[in-house]
């Protein structure tokens, strides 16, 4: 196995999620515990992740040299590169910063970049680089920013890249982890397949003849977390959904007519549209928007046990994905971006215990999942919408009037998106409707209205995301049609932030 020493980084998961597609076990552990797990498990290699700390500052997470001394292949990864480079007598400074797509130019084909062309596309996300190398060191890549953007030293095996290999926008990253795993390492490779009978197995011993509450929101997630559960369970299981008003209109109809079809149950519908709206009254901080949503939710939920038989219902199901979780609070080691609310917004004492059967799948993976479950490709491949739906996707604080604008214009982005046929290249496409004002001349008055932003975004699993470069006319018709059909805007504007360093939402 390979033992990844977790520094940080928002895609540490991500390198063990790529070994264990390609077969190879490993385990992420902190690194104080490097060398305790080191003689514990015998990994053949270590990889020593990113992260958001830079080594010069006083609390920057460090390891024992001694790891350097055991005979072990090792990769590092961005920090974890800086980090290897000032332990073993190089130079780390505040250097050019690089977020996003880079150009790489490899020189050296022997053993990481085996089968690698020599110019492809990396994920970059550092503000520090090596500037002076550790003795015995050689440079195998470059980019236009950075010389030494992948590095080696032969004789002892070690081996840094300062680009992230495990995020999916770096074209061959998962070919340099497999280099490291088998050509360095020596280990073989034996990818499994996803087991879902093994997944319902593990359902159906943990609820037992307890009955469930599931939370489904028409997306994908819920939608294949249910039809597991559904699957596991059949009768006692209880499908729920909240109508929150933040949600697309289509999803309603998806959950009256089709979900029901393909779980063999109704599913219940709770209309609090009102009450969603008279909660967020006041709210503009992201944060507290999410954890209101989220307690609101919950506490519908739990009216809702009270109606059914209280004393039986144990179990309360949510879609969570590892995406999510890793995102709010499930590795403390890494920075809080934002709470998403079906994870960092529960409240401490919820009554219900969770049942979250995709917690360690990711997004693709969920999808496979579908597909093995039967269920229509329609409901395994749309793109995904976040819980707390369009209240994220309004800047600042949630009105009846700025919910109808940007639902407005939402659809027109969902509309033209799906008639040129886009959909089937975009993650995810919406409106933001950004609380800031402009002036426009309409008819032949002065008109100071909203303006509107445009997000589309190609991504694989959440992590890493690009701004879609969509043909001029396409774009010309979304922006004309939206100042021309939603009352009170007046402009429209196109982000093209890539993330990182830009979250894919607004909020
Ligand atoms: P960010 O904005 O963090 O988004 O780059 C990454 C992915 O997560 C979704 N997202 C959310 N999903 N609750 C959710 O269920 C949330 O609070 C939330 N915030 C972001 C976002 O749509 C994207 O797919």
């Not at 590092?76 to 780390?92: D, N, P, S």
């Not at 209280?310 to 890793?326: E, N, P, S, V």
Request: one cysteine or more; a positive charge.
């Amino acid at each position: 196995m390979i033992l990844i020493l977790d520094f940080g980084s928002q895609t540490t998961h991500l390198i063990g999620r790529r070994l264990k597609d390609l077969g190879v076990a490993s385990l992420i552990v902190s690194p104080k515990a490097a060398l305790t797990a080191i003689k514990k498990h015998q990994p053949a290699g270590l990889i020593l992740s990113g992260g958001p700390a830079s080594v010069y500052e006083q609390a920057a997470p460090t390891i024992d040299r001694k790891i350097f001394k055991l005979g072990l292949p090792i990769l590092g990864i961005c920090y974890g590169w800086q980090l290897m480079a000032q332990l073993l007598g190089g130079k780390v400074v505040a250097g050019k910063k690089e977020y996003g797509p880079a150009k790489l130019t490899v020189n050296d084909f022997q053993d990481l970049f085996y089968g690698w062309p020599e110019e492809s596309t990396v994920w970059e996300s550092h503000g520090d680089s090596v500037v002076q190398l550790p003795p015995g060191f050689e440079m195998l890549a470059t980019t236009p920013g950075l010389a030494n953007s992948a590095v080696r030293q032969a004789k002892k095996q070690f081996f840094a890249v300062q680009f992230h290999p495990e995020a999916s926008h770096t074209q061959h990253g998962k070919l340099l982890l497999e280099n490291f795993a088998s050509r360095i390492c020596q280990l073989a490779l034996k990818p499994q397949k996803l087991d879902v009978k093994a997944i319902i197995t593990a359902i159906q011993e943990k609820v037992g003849d307890q009955l469930v509450i599931g939370a489904v929101s028409g997306g994908t997630d819920s939608t294949v977390a249910a039809a597991l559960v559904a699957k596991a369970v059949g009768k006692q299981f209880y499908p729920v959904y909240i109508d929150s008003g933040l949600m697309r209109e289509t999803t309603l109809i998806r959950i009256k007519q089709d979900l029901p079809k393909i779980f063999g149950t109704k599913i219940k519908v709770v209309k609090a549209r009102k009450k969603f709206l008279q909660s967020l009254k006041g709210v503009v901080d992201p944060e507290l928007k999410r954890k209101v949503i989220g307690k609101l939710y919950i506490d519908l939920f739990e009216a809702q046990l009270d109606k059914l038989s209280k004393r039986k219902i144990k179990f309360l199901m949510q879609g969570t994905t590892y995406a999510d979780f890793i995102h709010s609070q499930g590795n403390k080691r890494s920075a809080l971006i934002k709470s998403h609310h079906n994870v960092g917004g529960l409240p401490a004492k919820m009554k219900l215990r969770l049942l979250e059967p995709l917690r360690y799948f990711y997004t693709d993976q969920v999808r496979e999942l579908g597909l093995a479950l039967g269920l229509p490709k329609e409901a395994v491949f749309q793109s995904p919408f976040p819980g707390p739906g369009h209240a994220i996707r309004i800047l600042g604080e949630v009105t009846a009037q700025k919910l109808k604008r940007q639902r407005l214009a939402d659809q027109i982005v969902v509309e033209e998106i799906h008639r040129s046929n886009w959909h089937k290249q975009l993650f995810q496409y919406w409106a933001v409707l950004t609380n800031a004002q402009s002036t426009a001349i309409k008819g032949d008055g002065r008109f100071f209205g909203d303006v509107v932003a445009i997000r589309l975004v190609q991504s694989q699993d959440r992590m890493t995301a690009d701004w879609a470069k969509l043909p001029y006319e396409l774009l010309s018709r979304l922006s004309s049609r939206i100042v021309n059909e939603v009352p009170g805007v007046s402009r429209v504007v196109y982000d093209i932030t890539p993330k990182p360093p830009a979250t894919m939402e607004w909020e």
